[in-house]
């Protein structure tokens, strides 16, 4: 399913409740779309942190990113918190899925 930026509070909800249930890929989904709102980068930040501890690699990437962007919304021990969890589900899924040549 693809949400545009803009709307579609139905579908949002619904992202919502897959979230709440533990699907990283909707939390992951919702915290993308959080991340255009100021008001909700706190809510982004908790969405992306669930979901890289889950697994998905690509939330541990869009913690990355917010840990960069320390001085716009992550300040001190949440930068630092983001890019732990970040690096852990990244060396995590790395190790897992090498295979030596």
């Given amino acids: 399913m693809q ?23 909707a939390q992951r989904e919702l915290a993308l779309r959080y991340l255009s709102n100021p008001d909700k980068r706190s809510e982004a930040i908790a969405l992306f942190e669930r979901a890289a501890s889950a697994g ?35 060396k995590e899924a790395t190790s897992v899925n090498y295979a030596p040549h």
């Fill in 56 to 90: 998905d690699a690509q939330a541990a990437v869009g913690l990355v990113g917010m840990a960069h962007e320390a001085g716009d919304g992550i300040g001190g021990d949440g930068a630092a918190n983001a890019a732990r969890t970040a690096g852990r589900v990244i």
């Fill in 3 to 25: 949400i545009g930026p803009q709307g579609q509070p139905a579908a949002e909800r619904r992202l919502q409740e897959w979230a709440d249930q533990g699907s990283a890929v």
